[in-house]
Every structure is written in C-alpha cells, then in structure tokens.
C-alpha cells in the first residue's frame, strides 16, 4: 500500500481524495483570517511548468517535444474552463505563467492570491501525459491509467510577509492527469468551503454535519447521477429505485465527468473522500497515515454537500467507491 501524507484540512473538503502535509485525527479548517484575506484578492491561477528534464530529453525529437508542449497547453485550457465556469470567491482571476506569478510575489505585490497546480507521486510513464492531453479527448480509459500514476496537488496560497508564498491550501486530486470535471469538481468543493468558513468565527466538523443534513433536502430537486462502475454486483436500476426515493441516473463515466464539468443546477453527483486517519502499521516496526472514507452527494452548480454515508470499512479507495444497497439507502436517509 502506497505511503501517503494527510492533512485534515483537505479531508473534509476541497475534493475527491485530497491529500497534505499535515497528519491530524481530528477535522481542521484554515482560519477564518486567512479565508477573509483570501476573499480581498484576485486569484492569480498559475499554468502548468513544464517538466525541464523530460523537455530536455525530447529536444533530439522535436516532434514529440511539439506534442508534449500540446498537451500541457491542453491542460492549461482544462483548467482555465474550469475556474472561470466555478470560481466566484474573491475579487476576480487572472491567468498568469508561474514566471510572472513568482514575480509578483517576490515583489511583495498584496493584490494576488495564487492558484497552481503541481503532481506527486507520479511514476516515470512520462508518455501518458501526452497521451491524456494531447489527443483533446479525456475518456474513462484515460482515467483508469491515471488512478495508478500519481495524483495532482492544488496549491491555494496567500502572499507572505518574507515575500514567499504563504499556504493555505495544499491538496490533490486522486488522478494523475485530472480532467475538466476533475478540476471543477475540486474547485466548487474548495470554494464551498471557504463560504462556510465565513459564516462563522470557527467552523469545525460538528458544522459540517449540521450544514449536510440541512441541505439533503436539496436531493428532491435533483437528478443523482450514479457511475455504473461503482455499482456493487446484482444491483440494478430496479434496486436502487426501491431504496432513493428521487430521481436517478445511471451512467458511464464519460457523462458523469460532463455533468461535473457543466455546472448544472439540476444534478448532484458522488465523491468519494477520506473522513479518518488511522496508523496502520506497515511491517517492520514501520507506521503510515492510512485514511478511511465516506461517500458524499455532491451538488452540481455550487458544491454544496447534499448527502453523506460511510461506506463499508475499508483502507482501500477503490473499494470504498463501491454503491450497494447500504450506501443507496443513506443517501436520502434523515
């Protein structure tokens, strides 16, 4: 099992299976002083570098450099699609290279705050980037590769007093190579977080569960879609009806991640994420932050949390993405 840092920061929120630096029982949120600073400033959102060794490496086949220089633009244009189709937190977004973004900074420019993208983790399949981006055409296969090659970490900080970038986010999508509705489902998760931060002095897990059972009566107005790979065996539409009362979509996974992408007020959707840290020993006197998870509803338009369970006990995120009968009936459950 892969060694991972968690923080409890990113647990709650901020997206599907997020991981930091910091290893905590209990659910913490940045400060309110922090989310306030955050919200007097324009988000400045920092394209993808270029990995220099790999470009290094491909300047003797300059076609292949030409596709992998594609497919980080393709990324950068996931992202910006993304941002401007959630963000709404702060004083507007700009689009910068990280070279001109690390200028500001350095140059204790206080109008910013700083939104990039960076990878851990990543195995040496350097192709498969290319792959993913290149083509302009992300599907399930694409997804299935990525779930095993990494993930991608979202940065979020403030300017510092030293002229460095002061974090307040560090966190990661559960793929290597996100996608559009990758990014827009983390996006919408962080900046709900961030509205709930303000509503209160300190907003701590117990909020949390109060906000989440206020807001399942959204579920009615909604279309839930359900990934068909995530069902468990023998259950059919036919089940899950008897158990969610609401209106329902099974689909694949190409549909789901549009929905997620579209923003659309009339559907929700299920993220897996990590609600507890655990040591697990790992052999040889040796212990790891291990997290287990819940399933959230999440809303399409606003990234409200609309419903939660606890899925079956298990360390392994694939197997806590499964849908059975348990999970369908808590969905709507008071």
């Not at 990113?10 to 290893?23: D, E, K, Q, R, T």
Request: aromatic fraction near 10%; charge should be positive; proline fraction near 4%.
């Amino acid at each position: 099992m892969k060694k991972i840092k968690v923080s409890a920061t990113a647990i709650l929120l901020s997206g599907l299976l997020l991981f930091a630096s910091n290893v905590s029982a209990q659910f913490n949120y940045p400060p309110k002083s922090k989310v306030s600073a955050l919200k007097g400033k324009i988000l400045a959102v920092t394209f993808v570098l270029e990995d220099r060794n790999l470009v290094d490496r491909l300047r003797a086949t300059p076609n292949k450099l030409a596709q992998y220089r594609n497919a980080v633009s393709y990324q950068d244009t996931l992202l910006k699609r993304a941002v401007q189709k959630m963000w709404k937190f702060g004083k507007g977004v700009e689009f910068m290279s990280w070279a001109d973004a690390n200028k500001l900074i350095t140059e204790g420019n206080s109008k910013y705050a700083f939104l990039n993208i960076g990878f851990a983790d990543r195995k040496a399949h350097d192709w498969l980037y290319v792959e993913a981006y290149d083509s302009n055409m992300y599907h399930k296969s694409i997804r299935d590769i990525s779930k095993d090659n990494g993930y991608a970490v979202i940065s979020i900080s403030l300017p510092g007093s030293n002229k460095k970038p002061e974090l307040v986010y560090d966190c990661a999508i559960n793929v290597a190579y996100p996608s559009q509705g990758d990014f827009t489902a983390a996006l919408s998760l962080i900046q709900n977080e961030l509205m709930l931060i303000m509503k209160k002095p300190e907003f701590k897990f117990d909020d949390f569960e109060s906000e989440v059972k206020d807001n399942k009566k959204l579920l009615k107005d909604k279309t839930l879609m359900i990934d068909q790979n995530q069902l468990e065996k023998g259950v059919t539409e036919t089940e899950i009806s008897k158990y969610y009362p609401y209106t329902f979509k099974v689909a694949d996974y190409d549909t789901i991640n549009d929905v997620k992408a579209s923003c659309d007020p009339g559907y929700a959707y299920i993220l897996t994420i990590p609600y507890k840290i655990s040591n697990v020993n790992m052999g040889s006197g040796s212990t790891a932050p291990i997290p287990s998870y819940f399933q959230i509803i999440i809303s399409a338009n606003d990234g409200k949390v609309i419903g939660r369970v606890v899925p079956s006990k298990t360390e392994m995120p694939e197997k806590a993405e499964k849908i059975g009968k348990k999970q369908i009936k808590a969905y709507s459950e008071e």
